[in-house]
């Protein structure tokens, strides 16, 4: 089986990687995704990457240069999702090797995210699998 990443750059690229995006973010339509990727884009550097088996789009990921005092200069991945039925092939080790070989590549030295508290399988995934560190809680007030 070929497994190929490319990093989207066009609206027609982006419609497809929408469904499995959609599997995370399922609060978006189509519209509103495609709207938000190019503001993000335009704005943020904001890139998506999909990992194809096939010719098929099988995992996403979403990730932007981000400058915190924290941090410093880093990669945020804000998204990183495998179609349900294409889970437990390893297909998001290798999507999120894609994003710190990028991050390497481009003078970042280090890669942070964030995974929702109900998340536990991917806080493992993280943690044993991926090698990252649990250093702190996001935390969120809607106005």
């Known amino acids: 089986m070929t497994v190929t990443i490319k990093v989207l750059h066009h609206p027609e690229e982006w419609k497809e990687a929408f469904p499995v995006m ?3 973010r399922t609060h978006l339509n189509e519209e509103e995704f ?3 990727v190019e503001k993000a884009a335009s704005l943020e550097g904001y890139k998506i990457a999909a990992l194809y ?3 098929e ?3 996403v990921t979403g990730f932007m240069p981000m400058i915190t005092l ?3 200069e880093f990669i945020w991945v ?3 999702v495998t179609d ?4 437990s092939h390893g297909y998001g080790k290798v999507l999120l090797s894609f ?3 990028w991050a390497k590549e481009n003078g970042y030295g280090i890669v942070s995210l964030s995974s929702g508290l109900q998340r536990l399988d991917a806080h493992r995934f993280y943690e044993e699998k991926m090698a990252y560190d649990k250093v702190s809680y996001v935390f969120l007030k809607r106005m």
Do not use: F, I, S, W
Request: negative net charge.
């Open 22 to 24: 959609k599997q995370l």
């Open 34 to 36: 495609l709207t938000m």
């Open 53 to 55: 088996t096939e010719n």
């Open 57 to 59: 789009v099988v995992a």
């Open 70 to 72: 924290y941090n410093g």
């Open 78 to 80: 804000c998204d990183l």
């Open 84 to 87: 349900v039925q294409h889970r």
């Open 99 to 101: 994003v710190e070989n």
